[in-house]
Structures are given as structure tokens and as C-alpha cells.
Antibody, heavy 120, light 107 residues
Framework: QVHLVQSGAEVKKPGSSVKVSCKAS????????ISWVRQAPGQGLEWMGG????????VYTQKFQGRVTITADEYTNTAYMEVRSLRSEDTAVYYC?????????????WGQGTLVTVSS | SSELTQPPSVSVSPGQTARITCSAD??????GHWYQQRPGQAPILIIY???ERPSGIPERFSGSTSGTTVTLTISGVQAEDEADYYC??????????FGGGTKLTVL
């Protein structure tokens, strides 16, 4: 059974960067797509983008293109999501999830989430 | 703004049936999926491909589809079902999108 474990909470200053990790176990990482989903305080879920670890192919939503970078390390079964030029609006819980392919892709399972707080 | 429209809230008494709808023009051509998110927890998948239920999800959770609407039905609602529920699909460009979420209150 696939299990995703994320890195711990972060507090960052505006203008800085944050890199969140997501380590997979219990499955073949090389066959995964790993996606990242953001949830601002009291708000809904927002898909940011994803990566195919075997090829390094990434896709980002327009909102996050250029400011977010998703990478993966097949040797450690770990995916990473970096956000640069942080602003207060980036304060959110960031989730990684395995994206399953099937006409309309879906997410299962999810990591436990990483709270990123941006504050001066 | 979300392209999937859900009611902000639904309230039911224990033992009753809760129905949560999710509407979008793209749904006749795309599958809908559903997630449950309890307070302070990560979402979990409860329905995929409109009607399929992952192993371990109670049978009281079911999904259906009709035209531009997918519906999550919870039969015999229990107190532990109180949570936020999100539908998810894809828009016309293939971007994965979520509904705004529905807060289920068990009275």
C-alpha cells in the first residue's frame, strides 16, 4: 500500500523560498505521477501541478507556472515542490498526492500535508 | 474560481440520506471523483470515476451521474461523516480542478 510522508511545517519570510518534500513508500515510485495541491486557510483545494518521476516531465497550472518547481529523485523515492518569491497569500497547507491515470485523473493517496506560513 | 459548482453546505440528521451535487458543463465528457476531508486532516478518496468506491470505504458512500451533474450520496449518515466533501474533475483544457467544497453537518 502506497504511503506518502511529507516534511514538517515551515515559517518563511516574504520574498524567500520554501522546498517541501514528499517521500513515497510501499509502491513502485517509477510508475507514479506525483501531484501537489494547495489549501489556503479556510479555503478549498487547488491543484498546482505534477511530475512523472521516471522522465522528469512536469506540468503546472498557469497560476503557478514560473514560480513553482516540482522535482523528483527516483533513488530516494522523494518528490519536491519549491515555491519562490513567497508572499503572504502563499500561506497554506501543501499536499502531495499520487495521481492515478484514467480518462480523468484522480488523487490517491495523499500525504499528511505541510503547513507553510509566510510572515514577516 | 472553481469550474465545479457544489452547494456550500448540507445538513442532515443521523440515519438520514445526504446528497451532495457537483455540476459542470464538462462532466458529461469527464469523470467526477469525490474526497472527504475531516477537520485538520488530509483529504481521502471516497469515490472515483463517478461511481467506483475504493476498498475500505464504507458501502454507505455511493456516486452517480446524470448529464452535467455528479452526485455523492451518503446513506444512513453517521456522526463521523461530518466533514468537508470535494468533487474533482478536469476542465476543457484538461487541467484538474476541484469544486469549492461542501460542508456536511450532522445535526
Amino acid at each position: 500500500q502506497v504511503h506518502l510522508v511529507q516534511s514538517g511545517a515551515e515559517v518563511k519570510k516574504p520574498g524567500s523560498s520554501v522546498k517541501v518534500s514528499c517521500k513515497a513508500s510501499g509502491g513502485s515510485f517509477s510508475s507514479f505521477i506525483i501531484s501537489w495541491v494547495r489549501q489556503a486557510p479556510g479555503q478549498g483545494l487547488e491543484w498546482m501541478g505534477g511530475i512523472i518521476p521516471t522522465s522528469g516531465t512536469t506540468v503546472y497550472t498557469q497560476k503557478f507556472q514560473g514560480r513553482v518547481t516540482i522535482t523528483a529523485d527516483e533513488y530516494t523515492n522523494t518528490a519536491y515542490m519549491e515555491v519562490r518569491s513567497l508572499r503572504s497569500e502563499d500561506t497554506a497547507v501543501y499536499y502531495c498526492a499520487r495521481e492515478l491515470v484514467g480518462a480523468t485523473n484522480w488523487f490517491d493517496p495523499w500525504g499528511q500535508g505541510t503547513l507553510v506560513t509566510v510572515s514577516s | 474560481s472553481s469550474e465545479l459548482t457544489q452547494p456550500p453546505s448540507v445538513s442532515v440528521s443521523p440515519g438520514q440520506t445526504a446528497r451532495i451535487t457537483c455540476s459542470a458543463d464538462a462532466l458529461p465528457r469527464q469523470y467526477g471523483h469525490w474526497y472527504q476531508q475531516r477537520p485538520g486532516q488530509a483529504p481521502i478518496l471516497i469515490i472515483y470515476k463517478d461511481t467506483e468506491r475504493p476498498s475500505g470505504i464504507p458501502e454507505r458512500f455511493s456516486g452517480s451521474t446524470s448529464g452535467t451533474t455528479v452526485t455523492l450520496t451518503i446513506s444512513g449518515v453517521q456522526a463521523e461523516d461530518e466533514a468537508d466533501y470535494y468533487c474533482q474533475s478536469a476542465d476543457s483544457s484538461g487541467t484538474l480542478v476541484f469544486g469549492g467544497g461542501t460542508k456536511l453537518t450532522v445535526l
